[in-house]
């Protein structure tokens, strides 16, 4: 059996369509290859939901919305054709939400633990979530109210704030700023003075660590210098410095007595020293010994006889 070329073209077109038919819808998530549940719930507004949004639990895709129509008693009417598979339990809602940023519009039932299940056909409870716009507001209300108490606490203090800097405190404030700046330019200064003697400053830490090296270095001989200095004190408390000091104490007595006796011209030493007969012929015989003494420095083969051997004595 051949086909005419045209028979072909026809063929391989309806072939195309349906496929692409069966593609969309199983991209959308329904299938043309089984009858759907149909549902009924009723909203006072439904923001623009269109025929063929998704119905979705938990973000999984089980239907799609088969029609929307008004209702005698005012509501917007809206069928729900579900897959066959999934059973609704009993006190389910559907929830009219936003899919996606831009307000696309679908249908969430949010299900329950529920052992018995809806009957197809019989409605659904019904609820709309807040628009964008609503639930930024819903979030921002707490902040804003927050944002006022801040504000009004904000405003009260700077009423005290403005109460309390009368022309004198302000002048305090200002006296304080002077005074501070000043104390910033004084130590200014002193850094900048420390800078300039930073060389000097570095030599006396390095002489200084220097020193404590050196008197790391020299610990044995400081311990046993200490060690001597600590013996030499323990002989010195032990020895009798009372008794020296008294023994001292009582010839320093003596002499004092000694020398008012002798200021007295008490005893020979005394009357040496005080009578005045006594002190000229002592004068008078140191005065000949001096004679004498240059006498046998001059002349002192006069007083000593010096024989050499093998030569008479001269007389």
């Known amino acids: 059996m051949t086909f005419s070329k045209e028979a072909k073209i026809g063929i391989l077109t309806a072939a195309a369509l349906l496929i692409f038919f069966v593609g969309f819808y199983f ?21 623009g939901l269109q025929n063929s949004s998704l119905v979705q639990i938990k973000g999984f895709s089980v239907g799609k919305v088969a ?11 809206v069928v729900l054709a579900i897959n066959p598979s999934v059973q609704i339990p009993t006190n389910s809602v559907a929830k009219l939400v936003s899919a996606d940023l831009l307000g696309t519009k679908a249908i969430s039932l949010q299900i329950t633990n529920e052992t018995t299940y809806i009957e197809p056909g019989s409605p ?42 009368n022309d004198n405190t302000k ?39 220097n020193f404590t090296k050196t008197l790391s270095d020299q610990n044995n001989e400081l311990a046993g210098t200490l060690k001597n200095f600590n013996l030499l004190s323990e002989k010195l408390a032990a020895a009798p410095i009372d008794k020296t000091i008294q023994d001292l104490q009582n010839s320093l007595d003596a002499m004092h007595v000694m020398l008012q006796k ?22 008078k015989s140191v005065i000949s010994l001096h004679a004498l003494l240059e006498d046998v420095k001059a002349r002192p083969s006069r007083y000593f006889n010096i024989s050499i051997i093998g030569r008479k004595p001269s007389k």
């Open 262 to 283: 002798v200021n007295k011209g008490e005893g020979a030493i005394g009357k040496a020293f005080n009578d005045k007969e006594m002190y000229d012929n002592m004068n």
């Open 124 to 165: 659904i409870a019904s609820i709309v979530e807040g628009g964008l716009m609503e639930n930024v507001s819903s979030q921002f209300n707490p902040i804003a109210n927050e944002i006022a108490k801040v504000m009004m606490k904000l405003n009260v203090l700077l009423e005290n704030l403005n109460s309390t800097l």
């Open 27 to 47: 991209l959308k998530g329904t299938s043309l290859f089984y009858d759907f549940e149909e549902y009924t719930c009723y909203y006072d507004n439904v923001q």
């Open 171 to 209: 002048n305090d404030i200002q006296k304080s700023i002077s005074t501070l700046k000043s104390s910033l330019e004084h130590i200014e200064h002193i850094a900048g003075s420390v800078d300039k003697e930073s060389s000097k400053i570095s030599a006396i830490i390095t002489n200084t660590n």
């Open 67 to 77: 029609s929307i129509s008004l209702a005698p008693n005012g509501k917007v009417k």
